[in-house]
Nanobody
Framework: QVQLIESGGGLVQAGGSLRLSCAAASDFRMYAVGWFRQAPGKERSFVAAISRSGRGNYYANSVKGRFTISRDNAKNMVFLQMSSLEPEDSAVYYC?????????????????????WGQGTQVIVSS
């Protein structure tokens, strides 16, 4: 299993931007990756996903047009650029990885589809 480390969280005012990073400790090229978030008292929910090739992506409706997921396989990194942040975006953000050997543009959007998770990075958006 690949090990994942998230970074880039912090405190930001509403309307601001943050870029989250997910670093893998080993070769990341054969993994589809997703970002999820969990606010206090709520279930973990899907945010965005990217295929192993980077050519496929998918977003939750709540973040579409504001967040962008990307990856740099040469650096074993996946990013989540978050703009126009709202207080409702406050949560712990997790990246997750799923082996993807068959379809290079397949995305995974359910928590059950991932078998490796990072420890999370906190995002707080103040109003």
């Amino acid at each position: 299993q690949v090990q994942l480390i998230e970074s880039g969280g912090g405190l930001v005012q509403a309307g601001g931007s943050l870029r989250l990073s997910c670093a893998a400790a080993s070769d990341f090229r054969m993994y589809a990756v997703g970002w999820f978030r969990q606010a206090p008292g709520k279930e973990r929910s899907f945010v965005a996903a990217i295929s192993r090739s980077g050519r496929g992506n998918y977003y939750a409706n709540s973040v579409k047009g504001r967040f962008t997921i990307s990856r740099d396989n040469a650096k074993n990194m996946v990013f989540l650029q978050m703009s126009s942040l709202e207080p409702e975006d406050s949560a712990v953000y997790y990246c997750a990885a799923a082996p993807s050997f068959s379809n290079p543009i397949k995305v995974v959007i359910t928590t059950e589809g991932y078998d490796t998770w990072g420890q999370g990075t906190q995002v707080i958006v103040s109003s």
